[in-house]
């Protein structure tokens, strides 16, 4: 039951924004539930705009992930290499929401696939 709360909660809330440092700049990464992982540059912009797109990469696109458990957080992209973020604070609640996105994604395929009807041959 702890878990179903935790997907739907992740169904409500779809992103999660925070700020961090990457190559020494102060910008912004947002983990979208559909959309995966984007940074994006951290001036503030006038509400007709839109910040600037550092760089964004879907969930598929992740490898590998690692944290310090006091501020870094390491994101694999494969051949577009690995980003480093400096969260400020601990990584553990960002990849905390991660793998609920994650997870929740992966049981919502589980319940579509399940649903489907099965083809005979």
């Known amino acids: 039951m702890l ?15 925070c700020a961090v440092r990457w190559q020494g700049r102060d910008v912004k990464l947002n983990v979208h539930y559909d959309s995966g992982f984007t940074l994006y540059e951290g001036k503030p912009v006038p509400e007709d705009r839109k910040p600037e797109i550092i760089w964004q990469f879907p969930y598929e ?7 310090d458990g006091h501020r870094l957080l390491w994101l694999d992209f494969g051949q577009d290499g690995e980003q480093e973020l400096d969260l400020h604070g601990s990584p553990k609640p960002l990849v905390f929401i991660v793998h609920t996105f994650l997870s929740a994604k992966i049981s919502r395929l589980k319940l579509t696939a399940c649903s489907q ?3 005979r041959p």
């Not at 878990?3 to 999660?16: F, I, M, P, R, T």
Request: proline content about 4%.
């Open 3 to 17: 878990v179903q709360g935790a997907h739907s909660a992740a169904l409500l809330v779809k992103e999660v924004n």
């Open 61 to 67: 696109r992740l490898r590998m992930s690692g944290d």
């Open 117 to 119: 009807p099965i083809g």
